[in-house]
């Protein structure tokens, strides 16, 4: 009886407290698995740009979790998927030669569909941005190429995919893509803050970009303040502003000038024959036809011109020749402006860490000095390469195809005289650059930013407080969790001490 007495009101609330408590922890826990579970079951999401390039084009899958598409560094490359065949700007000229073409996008295509699972096609968007190839098409034949843009958007827009564009970009916005791919994929965009927010980087620096394609060159970096001309872009992106360089120098890709010191060595052979080579290697002699020189927009082609001359070349190396010869094509005199890169083109001074992919990547990987270098030593490998024999350079390089080695010897010194006198990189900022393709997987190239900022997956805001992540999200409700039921255990002791 007394028993029962001391059980009385006290106890009935305490009880009633505690099974509150014991209910809501429970309800709690609940969440907690839940939350983990759903998040489990987000998927991939995925988004397609086809690279039209000067010399081919590829088609890149990239996939990133659902949810999480604005948060940095989590797009990554599924597949990079090469189209068989000719050049988009080579199509409507020989129909044998197009189907291969048609027949190598839809083996890409195939392999994508594949992969990206069917109820998601419809979702995910497809892209095409054509590059300087399809410019200088434009330039020669517009509507040649407005021809070829048309059939392409017919093509992909009959596929289940999300189509959205098919467009011949600029040189700056290959330039501008291309920079926000290299910074987007090191991070330096957005970085974790200790409460797994994403936040701006204080103090953190962008990463320049270069490009050497096939037709064009792009160069891209931050600078503190605006010059003067077009080549100073503002962007805002995740609220932070920032001005770019970016100049494109159509003419320069590595193909293009391949032909333009070609035209050099042709033109200052003075119709002595055989045409004594200088960037050609000792023991490398080959036949070309004149229109493999002089089929481009970016030669002029000589008087007399019949396309199907044969030119016979004999490899007769001598590295301060050929270096002569390769810095003809730039023009290091013009400049109107206080300091310029060449062709009368205003540059300030390249600044902080870059990345020289594409082209630049495959004629250091040539040298083996991918990764970084010291000017002086380039410059010597690029003197060594010239100086090694036809056969000794084909044993010690079995992976490079003879079409390409046999033009590395220019291609090289190209790039150096590019770089060196061009940019004016020097024996400090040399050690800035890092010959690289891919940064943690990831083709380096305009496309993975091209699709960021088409589908705003970069918005230029971010909200004052970022919300909070699922990560965070749970840890807090673990938290929260655990302190209820400890104080549930705390209440459930002082019951039974207090009641019995
Ligand atoms: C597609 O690209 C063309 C050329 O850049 C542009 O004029 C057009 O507005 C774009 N269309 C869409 C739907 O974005
Ligand atoms: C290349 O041509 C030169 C001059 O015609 C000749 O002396 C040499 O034997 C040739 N070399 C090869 C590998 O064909
Ligand atoms: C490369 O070396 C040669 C001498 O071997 C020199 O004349 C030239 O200026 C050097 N080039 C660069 C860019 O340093
Ligand atoms: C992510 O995107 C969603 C809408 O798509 C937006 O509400 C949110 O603010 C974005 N978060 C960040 C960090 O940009």
């Known amino acids: 009886m007394a028993l029962k007495k001391k ?14 408590l014991a209910g809501i922890a429970a309800l709690v826990t609940v969440a907690v698995i839940q939350n983990t579970l759903k998040s489990q079951e987000y ?32 797009v990554t490359e599924t597949i990079n998927c090469k189209v068989e065949g000719i050049a988009i700007s080579g199509m409507k000229v020989n129909p044998q030669l197009d189907a291969e073409t048609w027949k190598g996008f839809e083996s890409c295509i195939n392999k994508i569909k594949g992969i990206i699972p069917a109820e998601k096609y419809r979702t995910t968007p497809l892209f095409l941005g054509a590059t300087a190839g399809m410019r200088l098409l434009h330039q020669r034949d517009e509507q040649k190429s407005n021809e070829i843009m048309e059939s392409l958007r017919e093509y992909l827009s009959s596929l289940p995919f999300n189509f959205q564009n098919a467009s011949i970009i600029t040189g700056q916005e290959e330039g501008m893509y291309g920079w926000i791919t290299v910074n987007y994929l090191m991070g330096n965009f ?16 962008t990463v320049g ?16 303040e605006s010059g003067n001309g077009l080549d100073y872009l503002k962007v805002k992106l995740y609220g ?12 320069y890709g590595k193909n293009e000038a391949d032909k333009r010191i070609l035209d050099k060595i042709v033109q200052g052979s003075s119709n002595q024959y055989p045409i004594r080579n200088p960037c050609y290697p000792k023991g490398y002699n080959t036949t070309m036809v004149a229109s493999e020189i002089y089929d481009s927009e970016c030669t002029n082609k ?35 402006s206080s300091q310029c890169s060449f062709d009368g083109v205003e540059q300030p001074p390249v600044t902080g860490d870059f990345k020289a992919y594409a082209g630049f990547f495959y004629l250091a990987s040539a040298l083996l000095l991918n990764g970084t270098s010291d000017l002086d030593q380039f410059n010597a490998s690029v003197e060594n390469f010239c100086n090694t024999h036809w056969t000794v350079l084909k044993e010690q390089k079995p ?22 006198d061009g940019y004016k990189f020097d024996k400090e900022t040399w050690k800035n650059i890092h010959f690289e393709k891919s940064i943690k997987g990831t083709h380096i190239g305009w496309s993975l930013g091209y699709m960021l900022s088409l589908s705003n997956m970069i918005p230029s805001e971010v909200k004052e407080i970022p919300p909070l992540t699922n990560a965070v999200f749970a840890g807090l409700i673990f938290l929260f969790s655990a302190l209820i039921i400890v104080t549930a255990v705390l209440v459930f002791i002082i019951l039974v001490r207090m009641c019995y």
């Open 302 to 336: 000589p008087k007399n011109y019949s396309p199907n001359q044969n030119l016979f070349m004999v490899g007769d190396p001598d590295s301060r020749k050929c270096g002569e010869i390769v810095k003809s094509i730039f023009d290091f005199k013009t400049c109107s």
């Open 209 to 224: 970009s270069m490009d050497l394609g096939g037709a064009s060159t792009q160069i891209a970096f931050q600078v503190e």
């Open 7 to 20: 059980v009385g009101y006290k106890c009935r609330v305490a009880g009633v407290v505690f099974l509150l």
């Open 190 to 205: 957005l970085e974790k803050n200790l409460w797994n927010n994403y936040v701006h980087p204080h103090g953190s620096k």
């Open 399 to 420: 992976w490079i195809k003879d079409k390409h080695l046999r033009t590395y010897c220019y291609s090289t010194q190209y790039a150096l005289t590019l770089l060196a």
């Open 43 to 74: 998927g991939l999401e995925y988004g397609i740009v086809i690279d039209s390039g000067s010399s081919r084009s590829n088609v890149f899958l990239y996939d990133w979790p659902g949810e999480k598409e604005n948060e940095t560094g989590v």
């Open 240 to 251: 932070y502003h920032y001005t770019v360089y970016t100049h494109s120098f159509l003419c």
